[in-house]
């Protein structure tokens, strides 16, 4: 069981928005930024969020992410086929000292 | 553009010790703002973080595999190596060496290998 709470599944065609949450505690959301990653199959997770809200060069502005408390969400606008991934967020903890994932989202475009 | 490449035998015998080296390429290990660590995903499951190192050999391990994971640095080699004993078939999984650097005021794994695959069995 993931420290950090996702959906297993999320959905959307094609141009729609989706969103996926990712829920913590005050141990590692509620004073940590969070950073989410995008795993293609077969292939090493991507860093897509930074810092809550923060692109890498490269990243499309489609993707977004926000948090608020001890949660936090990415939003993926004008969903294309190529976004079918695995999706997972990740925060510091602090009494593990150490870096903590969500259990991971797997996202189908319809 | 930084790379980093795991290597290291894809099959370990059951009660074992799982040894990996990370290669770091296009930049140096000795930067100030890095850290350099191992996640590991089980076939079909989520990301698992296993630990980390600074340049200078301090280290930071995952509780749950703390008894039995020791992470070091070459820096001579620009390398970093993990080793996990007394492993079992939950250990079979891709391992992933990456960077955590200091961005935006904050730590973040930004660049991964591509993975290797380590499978326990007898």
């Known amino acids: 069981q993931s420290v950090l709470t996702q959906p297993p599944s999320a959905s959307g065609t094609p141009g729609q928005r989706v969103t996926i949450s990712c829920s913590g505690s005050?141990?590692?959301?509620?004073?940590?930024?969070v950073n989410w990653y995008q795993q293609l199959p077969g292939t090493a997770p991507k860093l897509l969020i930074y810092?809550?809200?923060q692109r890498p060069s490269g990243v499309p502005d489609r993707f977004s992410g926000s948090k608020s408390g001890t949660s936090a969400s990415l939003a993926i606008s004008g969903l294309q086929s190529e976004d079918e991934a695995d999706y997972y967020c990740a925060a510091w903890h602090d009494n593990l000292n150490g870096w903590v994932f969500g259990g991971g989202t797997k996202l189908t475009v319809l | 553009q930084l790379q980093l490449q795991e290597s290291g035998p894809g099959l370990v015998k059951p009660s074992e010790t799982l040894s990996l080296t990370c290669t770091v390429s296009?930049?140096?290990?000795?930067?100030?703002?890095?850290?350099w660590g191992w996640v590991r995903q089980p076939p079909g499951k989520g990301l698992e973080w296993i630990g980390n190192i600074y340049y200078s050999g301090s280290t930071s391990y995952n509780p749950s595999l703390k008894s039995r994971v020791t992470i070091s640095v070459d820096t001579s080699k620009n390398q970093f190596s993990l080793k996990l004993s007394s492993v079992t078939a939950a250990d079979t999984a891709v391992y992933y060496c990456?960077?955590?650097?200091?961005?935006?005021?904050?730590?973040?794994?930004?660049?991964w290998g591509k993975g290797t695959t380590v499978t326990v069995s007898s």
């Open positions: 296009s930049g140096s290990i000795s930067s100030s703002s890095s850290y």
């Open positions: 990456a960077r955590d650097r200091a961005l935006y005021g904050a730590f973040t794994m930004d660049v």
């Open positions: 810092s809550n809200n």
């Open positions: 005050s141990s590692n959301i509620g004073s940590y930024t």
